[in-house]
């Protein structure tokens, strides 16, 4: 079994920062990458940053610039630190992982999601 948990959502003002981790856990022999994914209400989720195991990094063009994702391998956890935050980033946040289980089986993990809310 693996889990992906996630923490660090909340309610924020515009301008304000967040900082979002997601932990995995359980029979994991590596992981290729982790991702942030957002849904916002009506909305389909789209991938907001990506972080693969040698530290390569991908962006959402809305967030370029404000938005960074880190990774350490040692404790399987990946944090999404957000600044400049905007209304239009309110979402429920997703951490997912591409990683290969003890098994050597290549899976697929989403953790439960965080809600952002960026209001005044």
């Known amino acids: 079994q693996v889990q992906l948990v996630e923490s660090g959502g909340g309610l924020v003002q515009p301008g304000g920062s967040l900082k979002l981790s997601c932990a995995a856990s359980?029979?994991?022999?590596?992981?290729?990458?982790m991702d942030w994914y957002r849904q916002a209400p009506g909305k389909q989720r789209e991938l907001v940053a990506r972080i693969t195991s040698v530290g390569t990094t991908n962006y959402a063009d809305s967030v370029k610039g404000r938005f960074t994702i880190s990774r350490d391998n040692a404790k399987n956890t990946v944090y999404l630190q957000m600044n400049s935050l905007k209304p239009e980033d309110t979402a429920v946040y997703h951490c997912h992982g591409s990683l290969y289980t003890i098994s050597m089986l290549r899976r697929d993990y989403w953790g439960q999601g965080t809600q952002v809310t960026v209001s005044s």
């Open positions: 359980g029979r994991i022999f590596s992981i290729e990458a």
